[in-house]
């Protein structure tokens, strides 16, 4: 089955610096990378996703980059805010077929410091 | 996701107790599923759905049980038989196949007295 690495578990900025995730996945078939970010407490919410047949996605201050030689993704977060902090979730899969679940990574905890 | 509600929000379960954890969302989705979280580790898949009366198990079934009875509805039922139900839990749901976008819940804390 597939297998996502996330690197790294915690990650510490201070205020307007870029933070940069990055997961690695090990089935060459996958073909969908959501990233999710989670508060404490909070549910997991979508905060952006690529399918296999891009390269690179970006929405205002986030971008995700995926390298499918590589089997490698990850999550760029520009002029980071305190607001930022938070788990954050990558995940891959096979969409569009009847077996591929999501597989997600073990999180990042981002911290922006003011 | 607003439109994926569990209940309760915190749930105490004593020794030897089989508990139930709701989730029902109105998205019309075919596929749901329940993660299991604990502090500061990742999601683990418990089990999943992708259609009404069958489900499937995910990586942590043991303890657990679920049903399907209608599209709007995915129970999760805590068995006695999981010696360490202690955790945070999430259930989601996703429009057809497992692999598509998943969208949360609220989540359910249950303790155990």
């Given at each position: 089955?597939?297998?996502?690495?996330?690197?790294?578990?915690?990650?510490s900025v201070?205020?307007?610096?870029?933070?940069?995730?990055?997961?690695?996945?090990?089935?060459?078939?996958?073909?969908?990378?959501?990233?999710?970010?989670?508060?404490?407490?909070?549910?997991?919410?979508?905060?952006?996703?690529?399918?296999?047949?891009?390269?690179?996605?970006?929405?205002?201050?986030?971008?995700?980059?995926?390298?499918?030689?590589?089997?490698?993704?990850s999550?760029?977060?520009?002029e980071?805010?305190?607001?930022?902090?938070?788990?954050?979730?990558?995940?891959?899969?096979?969409?569009?077929?009847?077996?591929?679940?999501?597989?997600?990574?073990?999180?990042?905890?981002?911290?922006v410091?003011? | 996701?607003?439109?994926?509600?569990?209940?309760?929000?915190?749930?105490?379960?004593?020794?030897?107790?089989?508990?139930?954890?709701?989730?029902?969302?109105?998205?019309?989705?075919?596929?749901?599923?329940?993660?299991?979280?604990?502090?500061?580790?990742?999601?683990?898949?418990?089990?999943?759905?992708?259609?009404?009366?069958?489900?499937q198990?995910?990586?942590?079934?043991e303890?657990?049980?679920?049903?399907?009875?209608?599209?709007?509805?995915?129970?999760?039922?805590?068995?006695?038989?999981?010696?360490?139900?202690?955790?945070?839990?999430?259930?989601?749901?996703?429009?057809?196949?497992?692999?598509?976008?998943?969208?949360?819940?609220?989540?359910?804390?249950?303790?155990?007295?």
């Open positions: 089955g597939e297998n996502v690495e996330q690197h790294p578990s915690t990650l201070q205020e307007g610096d870029s933070a940069v995730i990055k997961c690695t996945y090990s089935d060459s078939a996958s073909n969908y990378f959501p990233w999710y970010k989670q508060e404490l407490g909070k549910r997991p919410q979508l905060i952006i996703d690529i399918r296999s047949n891009v390269g690179e996605k970006k929405d205002q201050r986030i971008a995700v980059t995926l390298n499918k030689t590589a089997k490698h993704f999550l760029h977060i520009t980071t805010q305190p607001e930022d902090s938070a788990v954050y979730f990558c995940a891959a899969s096979r969409s569009g077929t009847s077996y591929g679940k999501l597989t997600f990574g073990q999180g990042t905890i981002l911290t410091h003011p | 996701d607003g439109g994926i509600t569990q209940s309760p929000k915190y749930l105490f379960r004593k020794e030897g107790q089989n508990v139930t954890l709701s989730c029902e969302q109105n998205l019309n989705h075919d596929a749901m599923y329940w993660y299991r979280q604990d502090p500061g580790q990742g999601l683990r898949l418990i089990y999943y759905s992708q259609i009404v009366n069958d489900f198990k995910g990586d942590i079934a303890g657990y049980s679920v049903s399907r009875e209608k599209k709007e509805s995915f129970p999760l039922t805590v068995t006695s038989a999981q010696k360490n139900p202690t955790a945070f839990y999430l259930c989601a749901s996703s429009i057809g196949h497992p692999g598509e976008t998943q969208y949360f819940g609220p989540g359910t804390r249950l303790l155990v007295l």
